[in-house]
């Protein structure tokens, strides 16, 4: 079955521009979680969406939100880019979000602000 | 607040077994796991462990969990080429809809 999708892979984008990335969960699962990779901070949690209802937040600025469709695919969007905002965006999917569902990870969109 | 700590870098020679390690602080996780990323990819789930088990194998790993230390390791036997990459360990929050990584631990393997 296929796995995660992300779309773009890259990007490039300029300071001040907004940015729309999109992943396509494993078929049939419902939950779609969003982290922010960066060689500094790690991963962070940015947020979680739940049949269509964002469930749990991370700590990020208003800038960044996301929304999630009636067939699952989610899409997040960072306003106003800062050049910090450079970074490798995971996408995980899980059948409901719980522990014990386990969550699997597309390959990423790697951002860069110029 | 939950916070997970491993080593950054680990080198071993091919054949040799590696042992990775992380403490964490959220006592209340129900799941464990250890997710491993190579060059340019996403994060692959490598296993978990449920917070009721001391131990788990699975085929070349083993973890072992001490929850009164919040200590986790991944034991990797008979290490190849191939598994050089980073390994992250991580956390469920008491949501349950996030995860918690350590910063991640670089495996080297020399041949």
């Known amino acids: 079955k296929a796995g995660v999708t992300q779309t773009p892979r890259y990007l490039i984008k300029t300071r001040g521009q907004q940015v729309t990335l999109s992943c396509s969960p494993i078929?049939?699962?419902?939950?779609v979680s969003w982290y922010q990779q960066t060689p500094g901070q790690g991963l962070q949690f940015l947020f979680e969406?739940?049949?269509?209802?964002?469930?749990n937040k991370g700590n990020f600025p208003g800038r960044f939100s996301g929304r999630q469709f009636s067939n699952s695919r989610s899409e997040m969007n960072v306003s106003t880019l800062e050049l910090g905002d450079s970074a490798l965006y995971l996408c995980?999917?899980?059948?409901?979000?719980?522990?014990?569902?386990?969550?699997?990870f597309g390959s990423g969109t790697r951002l860069t602000v110029v | 607040g939950e916070d997970v700590e491993q080593s950054l870098f680990l080198s071993v020679r091919e054949g040799d077994s590696s042992v990775i390690n992380c403490t964490y602080t959220?006592?209340?996780?129900?799941?464990l796991y250890w997710y491993k990323q190579e060059p340019g990819a996403g994060l692959q789930l490598l296993t978990y462990?449920?917070?009721?088990?001391d131990m788990k194998q699975d085929q070349r790993l083993t973890v072992l969990l001490n929850k009164k230390d919040k200590h986790l390791s991944l034991r990797i036997a008979d290490t190849q080429t191939g598994d050089s990459a980073i390994y992250f360990c991580?956390?469920?929050?008491?949501?349950?809809?996030?995860?918690?990584f350590g910063k991640g631990t670089t495996l080297s393997v020399s041949s």
């Open positions: 462990i449920f917070s009721n088990m």
């Open positions: 969406y739940f049949s269509e209802t964002q469930r």
């Open positions: 959220d006592s209340s996780s129900t799941y």
């Open positions: 991580a956390e469920s929050t008491q949501a349950g809809t996030a995860l918690i």
């Open positions: 078929s049939g699962h419902r939950s």
């Open positions: 995980a999917s899980s059948l409901a979000g719980r522990e014990k569902d386990g969550y699997t």
